[in-house]
C-alpha cells in the first residue's frame, strides 16, 4: 500500500555534510506530516526534524541551526540536509510519515503512520 524508501546515508568525517531523502510511494492522498527519527547504538529512537505539508518545521534541540528539513508535496519527498555534523549524529536514521491513504480493499481514506528502512548514518574522523 504505502512505502518509504530512504536515501543518502554514509561515511562522513566530523564538521562535514550529508543530504538524506526518503520518498513515500503507493495511494496517497495527503500528507500531515513528514519526518526524521535516528536511533544510536544503546539508546532509544528520537526525533530529529518533521515538517507539515504547510511547511511548519520542529527540529530536536542537538541539531538546531545544524540540520535543515524540507519537503516536496507534490513528490511525497522530504529531505534532511546536515550540516556541520558530529560523532553523536552517528545513527540509523529512519523516514516517518503521517500520510492519508486510500484502503485498497474497501476504497475508504484514513490516516496512517509509515516507517522506512532506515539509512546509517556514520560520522567518524
Known amino acids: 500500500q504505502v512505502q518509504l524508501v530512504e536515501s543518502g546515508g554514509g561515511l562522513v568525517q566530523p564538521g562535514g555534510s550529508l543530504r538524506l531523502s526518503c520518498a513515500a510511494s503507493g495511494s496517497i492522498f495527503g500528507i500531515n506530516t513528514m519526518g526524521w527519527y535516528r536511533q544510536a547504538p544503546g539508546k532509544q529512537r528520537e526525533l530529529v526534524a518533521d515538517?507539515?505539508?504547510?511547511?511548519?518545521?520542529n527540529y530536536a534541540h542537538s541539531v538546531k541551526g545544524r540540520f535543515t528539513i524540507s519537503g516536496d508535496n507534490a513528490k511525497n519527498t522530504v529531505y534532511l540536509q546536515m550540516n556541520s555534523l558530529k560523532p553523536e549524529d552517528t545513527a540509523v536514521y529512519y523516514c516517518?510519515?503521517?500520510?492519508?491513504?486510500?484502503?485498497?480493499?474497501?476504497?475508504?481514506?484514513?490516516?496512517?503512520?509509515?516507517w522506512g528502512q532506515g539509512t546509517q548514518v556514520t560520522v567518524s574522523s
Open positions: 515538517i507539515t505539508s504547510g511547511g511548519r518545521t
Open positions: 516517518n510519515a503521517d500520510l492519508k491513504v486510500r484502503d485498497s480493499q474497501s476504497g475508504s481514506f484514513y490516516w496512517g503512520d509509515y
